[in-house]
């Protein structure tokens, strides 16, 4: 899907029933725009639902202030206008309450954007805008006082944020990308202290994906090849819809021979990802055209001393994500299929998997198919792309199980004796 060169209104319609799906703002909250190459600002109507909106709903505002549309315009309109005249560079603005982002907001503080390394490097620094009516110029004025500092993102006291960039669709990985964040900070304070990335180690974390790949155009693709990259596809969609990856976070592989496979791209939003977009991997060689996931080494490391691995998930779901900023331990033994799928979960520091992937790939074995990188994310491996994927969706359930239960009384997990009992029962040993 070419985003950009969708209609602004169709582009609107699009970023917003998506963040109203993911119960990111609610019916009658929030508002997008779009200031176009001709000073048209399109913007969303005042008071209409959101999860029903179309392109025709969508408002026209001419530069010289001339509104042509169906409805009125939102009535944040003056802090978008003021936006676009303060920033030139500017060409979309994205605001609404998403509950994580609305918390920090009523205890007036910022998420902290280092608890994994994504959030700094999409949103940068984030600033708080003092609290004012909605609608008002003085909640205009004091977005702006933020604005003209250069930043992107902003937080408002008591109300929710504002995202802008020179297109929609980056202001809204902003958006999803901080609210990521928040939500990684609420639940990791339900279990521990959440740990922040030093600058050293988000250093560390720049150097990922300096990998030199050569080019190659592929002479065909096999009938099996199709068939994985539309199942890797589906898997990918469904990773999204079910928060186990944002828009431009979360990778799969799937293993096609001894030397090649298939990979997430880099930067490619996950939502629409389609097969043509997935990069063929042979030997140190990439699909000509194509930038493949900045894991891309880790991978071929994995299946260069795995044979019996043919599909690898990486992803920062939030309850597993909650323990690798904490450093808390996440325990398998919950129920006997938590314990069954995942077995023992080996945790590792932050940045082993960039400056030592040697070792994080000898800590995987039949007994450890699952690894939880402190910080950064959750890989786990399969014989097949659902086995691969089965782990990773029930590391994250196992995760929010604990932190529920930890909410309501003292947790009990099978015991030695009762582990070995499944053990045998499975054949497990």
């Given at each position: 899907?070419?985003?950009?060169?969708?209609?602004?209104?169709?582009?609107?319609?699009?970023?917003?029933?998506?963040?109203?799906?993911?119960?990111?703002?609610?019916?009658?909250?929030?508002?997008?725009?779009?200031?176009?190459?001709?000073?048209?600002?399109?913007?969303?109507?005042?008071?209409?639902?959101?999860?029903?909106?179309?392109?025709?709903?969508?408002?026209?505002?001419?530069?010289?202030?001339?509104?042509?549309?169906?409805?009125?315009?939102?009535?944040?309109?003056?802090?978008?206008?003021?936006?676009?005249?303060?920033?030139?560079?500017v060409s979309a603005v994205l605001h609404a309450h998403p509950p994580a982002l609305v918390?920090?907001?009523?205890?007036?503080?910022?998420?902290?954007?280092?608890?994994?390394?994504?959030?700094?490097?999409?949103?940068?620094?984030?600033?708080?805008?003092?609290?004012?009516?909605?609608?008002?110029?003085?909640?205009?004025?004091?977005?702006?006082?933020?604005?003209?500092?250069?930043?992107?993102?902003?937080?408002?006291?008591?109300?929710?944020?504002?995202?802008?960039?020179?297109?929609?669709?980056?202001?809204?990985?902003?958006?999803?990308?901080?609210?990521?964040?928040?939500?990684?900070?609420?639940?990791?304070?339900?279990?521990?202290?959440?740990?922040?990335?030093?600058?050293?180690?988000?250093?560390?974390?720049?150097?990922?994906?300096?990998?030199?790949?050569?080019?190659?155009?592929?002479?065909?693709?096999?009938?099996?090849?199709?068939?994985?990259?539309?199942?890797?596809?589906?898997?990918?969609?469904?990773?999204?819809?079910?928060?186990?990856?944002?828009?431009?976070?979360?990778?799969?592989?799937?293993?096609?021979?001894?030397?090649?496979?298939?990979?997430?791209?880099?930067?490619?939003?996950?939502?629409?990802?389609?097969?043509?977009?997935?990069?063929?991997?042979?030997?140190?060689?990439?699909?000509?055209?194509?930038?493949?996931?900045?894991?891309?080494?880790?991978?071929?490391?994995?299946?260069?001393?795995?044979?019996?691995?043919?599909?690898?998930?990486?992803?920062?779901?939030?309850?597993?994500?909650?323990?690798?900023?904490?450093?808390?331990?996440?325990?398998?033994?919950?129920?006997?299929?938590?314990?069954?799928?995942?077995?023992?979960?080996?945790?590792?520091?932050?940045?082993?998997?960039?400056?030592?992937?040697?070792?994080?790939?000898?800590?995987?074995?039949?007994?450890?198919?699952?690894?939880l990188i402190q910080n950064d994310s959750v890989i786990s491996t399969g014989t097949s792309?659902?086995?691969?994927?089965?782990?990773?969706?029930?590391?994250?359930?196992?995760?929010?199980?604990?932190?529920?239960?930890?909410?309501?009384?003292?947790?009990?997990?099978?015991?030695?004796?009762?582990?070995?009992?499944?053990?045998?029962?499975?054949?497990?040993?």
């Amino acid at each position: 899907m070419n985003f950009n060169l969708m209609h602004p209104a169709e582009q609107i319609v699009l970023l917003l029933s998506r963040v109203y799906q993911k119960g990111l703002t609610t019916t009658s909250g929030g508002n997008l725009s779009i200031k176009d190459s001709e000073g048209v600002i399109w913007i969303t109507p005042s008071g209409i639902d959101k999860g029903s909106l179309t392109a025709a709903d969508i408002c026209k505002v001419l530069p010289d202030g001339t509104i042509i549309g169906k409805y009125k315009p939102s009535v944040e309109l003056p802090f978008h206008k003021l936006v676009y005249e303060t920033r030139p560079d500017v060409s979309a603005v994205l605001h609404a309450h998403p509950p994580a982002l609305v918390s920090y907001s009523l205890i007036r503080k910022i998420p902290d954007i280092n608890i994994v390394p994504t959030p700094s490097e999409v949103c940068g620094k984030v600033g708080i805008a003092k609290y004012e009516v909605p609608g008002s110029d003085a909640l205009a004025n004091r977005i702006v006082e933020e604005i003209k500092k250069g930043l992107n993102v902003v937080i408002m006291e008591n109300h929710g944020v504002i995202t802008c960039a020179d297109n929609l669709f980056e202001a809204f990985k902003r958006f999803e990308t901080l609210n990521f964040a928040a939500s990684i900070g609420i639940t990791a304070s339900i279990i521990g202290k959440p740990v922040s990335l030093t600058k050293d180690q988000l250093k560390i974390y720049s150097t990922k994906g300096n990998n030199v790949l050569g080019e190659f155009i592929p002479n065909d693709f096999s009938s099996d090849e199709r068939r994985l990259r539309k199942e890797m596809c589906a898997l990918i969609h469904r990773s999204y819809d079910q928060g186990l990856f944002t828009s431009t976070q979360g990778t799969f592989s799937v293993r096609l021979d001894k030397h090649s496979f298939l990979i997430t791209p880099y930067g490619v939003d996950r939502k629409y990802i389609e097969p043509e977009d997935l990069v063929r991997i042979e030997f140190n060689w990439r699909e000509a055209g194509k930038v493949p996931s900045r894991s891309v080494g880790l991978h071929r490391l994995i299946y260069d001393e795995h044979p019996e691995i043919n599909a690898i998930t990486v992803a920062q779901p939030k309850h597993v994500m909650a323990f690798g900023a904490t450093h808390a331990h996440l325990d398998s033994r919950t129920i006997p299929e938590s314990y069954i799928s995942m077995r023992d979960i080996v945790v590792l520091p932050f940045g082993t998997n960039i400056v030592d992937p040697e070792k994080l790939s000898a800590s995987i074995s039949v007994h450890s198919p699952v690894v939880l990188i402190q910080n950064d994310s959750v890989i786990s491996t399969g014989t097949s792309l659902i086995n691969a994927f089965d782990r990773l969706e029930v590391a994250e359930f196992t995760a929010n199980t604990i932190i529920h239960a930890k909410m309501i009384g003292n947790i009990v997990m099978i015991n030695d004796k009762e582990v070995e009992d499944i053990n045998q029962a499975f054949h497990l040993n």
